[in-house]
């Protein structure tokens, strides 16, 4: 077991996947956009810069906001493949570059990841690249159901890591049970402190079921005194779930707006989750899941830099009918390879799937 206790004050490339289907998706959604008044104008994504498209390619229609059109490339970690799989699921993955971070790193790259069902656990794999390969870390988990004195719980799972560029350090947010995000804090991304928790599903309004899978930026709202937004899935009595966020100073303490960020309804889906936040040619955006009943897809809204806009933009990424994605892709994660911009997802229907790469 690599958590520590402290003081709590203190494959194979394989075809386009139905590219008919997404031009015809996204051709709609731009169609859409216009009529309301929405322009995509996106040219760089954070840390993303677009790749070439390899010589002989088909031609693609680009994501909205002008990001890159990511392709399925591979699998990258499959349950019945890893030694720590008490559930034979795993999802929720953060893919973390720390070559540039930390001293002695198992690799450049950091990828963290978990089984959702109790008792749950949040794991490790390092690798080279980000098409992998990656290696199970041969003491998962990394942080247990269990950590006295701090917490006994059915389950942990959805690990986040930031890079918090302030203290040095690599922080975790991960959730357990589903109404509560913890945070833990690492100088090395192996072995990490308790810090405390952070949500509650007692913070959002009344009847509140479900506040998890958070994900955690920098990103500056001078507005509201915030340096760090969290994004997150917000569940109530109508069991519908919905995008909410919140903002905070120093990553610790935060508030939260009582109004969801993006609605299920606002996109035409029973449920949305898995956000993740991208900036691009001086926007803001989000891009979370549908399930799988409402497509199974990667959606993307423009929030802008003050998260008072609420651009639906439509597809951005479309999940393929065949393995691994069999018509669902969620969780999204991104990250940059020598210039190369790349996707890590769950592929595959809920607790049943795999972590999947994507290359810009």
């Given at each position: 077991?690599?958590?520590?206790?402290?003081?709590?004050?203190?494959?194979?490339?394989?075809?386009?996947?139905?590219?008919?289907?997404?031009?015809?998706?996204?051709?709609?959604?731009?169609?859409?956009?216009?009529?309301?008044?929405?322009?995509?104008?996106?040219?760089?994504?954070?840390?993303?810069?677009?790749?070439?498209?390899?010589?002989?390619?088909?031609?693609?229609?680009?994501?909205?906001?002008?990001?890159?059109?990511?392709?399925?490339?591979?699998?990258?970690?499959?349950?019945?493949?890893?030694?720590?799989?008490?559930?034979?699921?795993?999802?929720?993955?953060?893919?973390?570059?720390?070559?540039?971070?930390?001293a002695?790193?198992?690799?450049?790259?950091?990828?963290?990841?978990?089984?959702?069902?109790?008792?749950?656990?949040?794991?490790?794999?390092y690798?080279?690249?980000?098409e992998?390969?990656?290696?199970?870390?041969?003491?998962?988990?990394?942080?247990?159901?269990?950590?006295?004195?701090?917490?006994?719980?059915?389950?942990?799972?959805?690990?986040?890591?930031?890079?918090?560029?302030?203290?040095?350090?690599?922080?975790?947010?991960?959730?357990?049970?589903?109404?509560t995000t913890?945070?833990?804090?690492?100088?090395?991304g192996?072995?990490?402190?308790?810090?405390?928790?952070?949500?509650?599903?007692?913070?959002?309004?009344?009847?509140?079921?479900?506040?998890?899978?958070?994900?955690?930026?920098?990103?500056?709202?001078?507005?509201?005194?915030a340096?760090?937004?969290?994004?997150?899935?917000?569940?109530?009595?109508?069991?519908?779930?919905?995008i909410?966020?919140?903002?905070?100073?120093?990553?610790?303490?935060?508030?939260?707006?009582?109004?969801?960020?993006?609605?299920?309804?606002?996109?035409?889906?029973?449920?949305?989750?898995?956000p993740?936040?991208?900036?691009?040619?001086?926007?803001?955006?989000?891009?979370?899941?549908?399930?799988?009943?409402?497509?199974?897809?990667?959606?993307?809204?423009?929030?802008?830099?003050?998260?008072?806009?609420?651009?639906?933009?439509?597809?951005?990424?479309?999940?393929?009918?065949?393995?691994?994605?069999?018509?669902?892709?969620?969780?999204?994660?991104?990250?940059?390879?020598?210039?190369?911009?790349?996707?890590?997802?769950?592929?595959?229907?809920?607790?049943?799937?795999?972590?999947?790469?994507?290359?810009?």
């Amino acid at each position: 077991m690599t958590q520590r206790d402290s003081d709590p004050q203190q494959h194979d490339a394989r075809e386009p996947r139905n590219p008919g289907r997404r031009i015809f998706l996204r051709a709609a959604a731009a169609t859409a956009a216009v009529a309301s008044g929405v322009t995509a104008t996106g040219v760089t994504a954070g840390s993303a810069t677009a790749a070439p498209a390899p010589a002989g390619a088909p031609a693609v229609a680009a994501a909205p906001g002008g990001f890159p059109d990511y392709r399925y490339l591979k699998t990258l970690l499959t349950p019945s493949q890893l030694k720590y799989n008490p559930t034979g699921e795993i999802i929720f993955p953060c893919i973390r570059g720390v070559y540039d971070k930390l001293a002695n790193p198992l690799g450049r790259y950091y990828l963290y990841y978990g089984p959702h069902d109790a008792p749950g656990g949040i794991c490790l794999a390092y690798g080279d690249s980000l098409e992998g390969p990656f290696t199970e870390y041969t003491a998962n988990p990394i942080v247990s159901n269990n950590w006295q004195p701090h917490y006994k719980v059915s389950h942990v799972a959805s690990p986040h890591v930031l890079w918090n560029e302030d203290v040095r350090e690599l922080w975790l947010y991960f959730h357990g049970e589903n109404g509560t995000t913890r945070l833990a804090r690492s100088k090395d991304g192996i072995t990490f402190t308790y810090d405390k928790v952070v949500l509650t599903k007692e913070m959002m309004p009344t009847g509140s079921s479900e506040t998890s899978y958070a994900r955690v930026f920098r990103h500056d709202l001078p507005s509201r005194g915030a340096r760090y937004v969290m994004l997150f899935m917000l569940n109530n009595q109508s069991n519908h779930r919905d995008i909410a966020w919140g903002w905070s100073k120093d990553g610790r303490d935060w508030t939260f707006d009582q109004q969801p960020l993006v609605r299920h309804s606002d996109v035409g889906a029973n449920n949305i989750g898995g956000p993740h936040l991208l900036s691009r040619n001086g926007s803001t955006y989000v891009v979370y899941n549908t399930s799988k009943e409402n497509g199974g897809n990667l959606l993307i809204t423009e929030v802008g830099n003050d998260f008072s806009r609420r651009n639906h933009l439509g597809l951005f990424y479309d999940s393929a009918n065949s393995a691994p994605d069999n018509g669902r892709s969620a969780s999204p994660s991104f990250g940059t390879d020598r210039g190369v911009p790349y996707m890590i997802y769950e592929a595959g229907e809920r607790l049943q799937g795999s972590i999947a790469v994507a290359r810009g």
